[in-house]
């Protein structure tokens, strides 16, 4: 039976077969270290700061790194005072804020802060659900005042429930707290006796209303578009789009991206993404008013 199969001698030298097996591997090592290279070569921009201007940064980021490969965009809360001294200090590319620079952190960290001016916000008074239903839909900025000062303590003195005001504020270093303590306070380092509750964050602030039935506190415009406080008429204007962009609604503001001396090639491509119509529908996305 064995005189039916045919032999065919391996024509491939041992020598051969070694080369060939060399080269496949070296084909292989090129190919891994260009995709090790391409992923390098993307660049982190780092963003970091307000958390007001958190969620607006989140939503540009997830559309901007889906759009393209050369940058991947990271972002961060922690408040405009955080996000001004990772820039200057350089664990960020840029700082989210909702107030302009200060002289301290000028005299702080130099004179080098870059500004980018990309939308607008409104702090908004808001008070729990139960306390809106019961009748308190409207106050002064003089009550509101007085609130915070700790002079008025109960919701009956607004015609509300007879309960007391459970007062919410905003920790040091934010730039919410910084504009409500110097439009309502009339004074940015003003002491706000009459807070019970400080919170880290917009979203806390809201958490904090939420879990109340006798809470007030401010907080950004865009954390309160789903109705589940109660948005306060302040002076007789309701915080709107319109009121807001115009300024008659007297605790408008606006937003920026900061960067510390000349932007890098990453960051000024993400600042320009939320300059352009994209980012501008996401701005309206997401509550915020664009440019």
Do not use: H
Not at 7 to 13: F, I, L
């Amino acid at each position: 039976m064995l005189d039916r199969f045919t032999y065919y001698p391996c024509k491939a030298s041992a020598g051969e077969l070694m080369r060939k097996l060399f080269g496949a591997l070296l084909i292989a090592l090129i190919v891994c270290a260009i995709g090790t290279t391409m992923v390098v070569a993307m660049e982190d921009v780092r963003v970091a700061g307000s958390t007001t201007v958190l969620p607006l940064a989140e939503g540009g980021a997830e559309v901007f790194n889906a759009e393209q490969s050369d940058y991947r965009v990271t972002v961060t809360g922690g408040g405009t005072g955080v996000g001004m001294k990772n820039i200057a200090e350089g664990n960020s590319e840029i700082a989210m804020a909702s107030r302009e620079v200060t002289d301290e952190e000028r005299e702080k960290f130099g004179d080098k802060f870059q500004e980018n001016l990309i939308g607008y916000d409104g702090i908004v008074i808001a008070v729990s659900r139960e306390i809106y239903d019961a009748g308190v839909t409207s106050l002064s900025k003089e009550q509101v005042e007085e609130i915070y000062a700790g002079e008025i303590d109960n919701w009956e003195e607004l015609d509300g429930p007879d309960e007391e005001i459970l007062v919410i504020g905003r920790e040091q270093g934010s730039g919410t707290r910084d504009t409500f303590n110097e439009e309502i306070m009339g004074d940015k380092s003003a002491e706000t006796p009459g807070v019970s509750t400080v919170a880290g964050s917009n979203a806390e602030i809201k958490t904090a209303l939420t879990g109340s039935d006798q809470a007030i506190g401010y907080l950004g415009y865009s954390y309160v578009q789903d109705d589940s406080v109660g948005t306060i008429s302040l002076d007789g204007i309701l915080p709107t789009e319109e009121t807001i962009k115009d300024g008659s609604y007297e605790l408008a503001r606006e937003l920026y991206f900061y960067t510390y001396d000349e932007a890098t090639a990453g960051a000024q491509s993400f600042i320009d993404f939320m300059l352009g119509s994209k980012g501008r529908d996401v701005a309206t996305e997401y509550g915020f008013i664009p440019l």
